[in-house]
């Protein structure tokens, strides 16, 4: 594992009291964070890459709205989580782990950008009822990802040191510029929502960035290798309803990934947003929430 990079004093961090720990089977720490309705539905919310459970601030409000207490922990490496090499069909253990430790037996599962696959991955726990994906990546047999994940996945698997120091030259700029900066590696700027403003939304994906690197950069070059591989199950295999939500002008996945996901899934929906990658998640949040809360397999 990377050291830890120096964080300068900056307005970034989030509240410390916002995330618990829980020491998992093997002794690692998981670290996570609830948001919505402290008595709400259980849903388990799947970190982008590079992403942390910051980025579920944005769904409070939404949750709040309707009667979901969203879960977001922080995969291994990433925030308060210890590191370890963790892999995509490893992530439902320490899904589970979550869930036994908060007493949870029915929940849904949101996923985010690069943790679609994640959240996909859980399909196999009796606890998960139903999967949404935000924008979420696909599998390389897909093909449709764009430039930029290409060339990140590339040097994730032949030049992953060289892809450390861009992500940690990433995160030092973050650091010192106007939270847009960070905006733009998921949109042309920040949206709007119900209960945040442009530069609010803005302040907390630059906190997610951060977040993400707190520890370096590793975790996060681990994580582009594992997402430009072959996934450990067959889209086919997945036995749980699942709710594709893409967005028309995504440029960080491609609008073609998430038709190939729906077309492939077994059971799956797919709903259209007028929106790019961040724009997704903010736009669609509300109804991805909505979706996974129908509380039995059909």
């Keep these: 594992m990377g050291a830890a990079l120096p964080i300068p004093a900056t307005d970034w961090l989030p509240?410390?009291?916002?995330?618990?720990?829980?020491?998992?089977?093997?002794?690692?720490?998981l670290a996570y964070a609830t948001y919505g309705d402290a008595d709400g539905y259980p849903v388990l919310f799947c970190h982008g890459t590079p992403g942390s459970h910051v980025i579920?601030?944005?769904?409070?409000?939404?949750?709040?709205?309707?009667g979901v207490c969203?879960?977001?922990?922080?995969?291994?490496?990433?925030?308060?989580?210890?590191d370890s090499p963790v892999g995509i069909g490893d992530w439902p253990d320490d899904a589970a782990a979550l869930l036994s430790h908060l007493g949870v037996e029915s929940a849904g599962a949101v996923g985010f950008s690069g943790g679609g696959p994640f959240a996909l991955a859980c399909h196999r726990l009796p606890e998960i009822q139903r999967v949404a994906l935000l924008g979420g990546s696909g599998p390389p047999s897909i093909g449709s990802t764009g430039r930029v994940q290409q060339f990140v996945g590339t040097l994730s698997r032949h030049a992953p040191w060289a892809l450390g120091r861009l992500f940690r030259l990433q995160r030092w700029f973050a650091l010192r510029r106007d939270p847009s900066y960070a905006v733009g590696f998921v949109a042309e700027e920040a949206p709007e929502t119900e209960a945040l403003t442009a530069d609010e939304?803005?302040?907390?994906?630059?906190?997610?960035?951060?977040?993400a690197m707190a520890r370096g950069p590793s975790a996060i070059v681990r994580e582009q290798r594992l997402l430009s591989e072959p996934w450990p199950f067959a889209l086919e295999d997945v036995a749980v309803p699942v709710c594709v939500f893409q967005g028309q002008t995504d440029a960080n996945v491609a609008p073609s990934t998430g038709k190939a996901l729906a077309r492939r899934l077994p059971d799956a929906s797919l709903?259209?947003?007028d929106s790019d990658h961040l724009g997704t998640l903010t736009a669609a949040g509300g109804d991805a929430l909505a979706a996974v809360q129908r509380r039995t397999r059909v």
């Design 15 to 29: 509240d410390d009291s916002e995330t618990e720990t829980l020491s998992l089977p093997d002794g690692r720490r």
């Design 56 to 66: 579920a601030r944005l769904l409070a409000a939404p949750a709040r709205e309707h």
């Design 70 to 82: 969203l879960l977001a922990p922080d995969r291994p490496g990433i925030g308060d989580s210890a």
């Design 201 to 211: 939304v803005a302040r907390i994906v630059r906190a997610d960035m951060l977040t």
């Design 271 to 273: 709903e259209l947003v």
